[in-house]
T-cell receptor
Framework: GAGVSQTPSNKVTEKGKYVELRCDPISGHTALYWYRQSLGQGPEFLIY????????DSGLPNDRFFAVRPEGSVSTLKIQRTERGDSAVYLC?????????????FGPGTRLTVL | KQEVTQIPAALSVPEGENLVLNCSFTDSAIYNLQWFRQDPGKGLTSLLLIQSSQREQTSGRLNASLDKSSGRSTLYIAASQPGDSATYLC???????????FGKGTKLSVKP
């Protein structure tokens, strides 16, 4: 079956612009996670959804970052007034349930470059 | 605050060699530990998931062990192949729900 998909695969934008990154989780997966990976680093947690609600948004770096999951499936990560430091690969993962026993399956990521 | 460390940062071995990748974590109160593989420009592929009550998991040529009390996990790769070349990431889960905390990874290169 289809895995986690993310669009676009690459996004180049200018400093100060607004961007939206999309994640399509595996069908039926109720938990969805966003991570950010900078060059040479491991992924860092941003936000986690259980269904439609954000269960934990403690990883969002500041209020320029926001994410939604209105119907409990597709999620959009929104970044306002982008800065060069926002350049990174944004990874989305989903799992069948939020249970700790459930594996997280990752998408290919969106590479964001802020010029 | 949980911190995950992976040593070495990079490793180069000749084909056929057995090798061990190390992962350590500062807080032993983890729910589980997961090993991932990441190819250049790609997402993460889950290799093995070890629950906190388990000591090891095996999949093919891969064996992962977990010693929760000492805060360590190892990933053993037998008879390495050039196709094993990738970055290997270790991640721990803090509680029964929620996010993973990752190490920086070990970049493995297997030379033919």
């Amino acid at each position: 079956g289809a895995g986690v998909s993310q669009t676009p695969s690459n996004k180049v934008t200018e400093k100060g612009k607004y961007v939206e990154l999309r994640c399509d989780p595996i069908s039926g997966h109720t938990a969805l996670y966003w991570y950010r990976q900078s060059l040479g680093q491991g992924p860092e947690f941003l936000i986690y959804f259980q269904g439609t609600g954000a269960a934990d948004d403690s990883g969002l770096p500041n209020d320029r970052f926001f994410a939604v999951r209105p119907e409990g499936s597709v999620s959009t990560l929104k970044i306002q007034r982008t800065e060069r430091g926002d350049s990174a690969v944004y990874l989305c993962a989903s799992s069948l349930s939020p249970s700790g026993a459930a594996e997280q399956f990752f998408g290919p990521g969106t590479r964001l470059t802020v010029l | 605050k949980q911190e995950v460390t992976q040593i070495p940062a990079a490793l180069s071995v000749p084909e056929g060699e057995n090798l061990v990748l190390n992962c350590s974590f500062t807080d032993s109160a983890i729910y589980n530990l997961q090993w991932f593989r990441q190819d250049p420009g790609k997402g993460l592929t889950s290799l093995l998931l070890i629950q906190s009550s388990q000591r090891e998991q095996t999949s093919g040529r891969l064996n992962a062990s977990l010693d929760k009390s000492s805060g360590r996990s190892t990933l053993y790769i037998a008879a390495s192949q050039p196709g094993d070349s990738a970055t290997y990431l270790c991640a721990v889960r803090r509680g029964s729900q929620g996010n993973l905390i990752f190490g920086k990874g070990t970049k493995l290169s297997v030379k033919p």
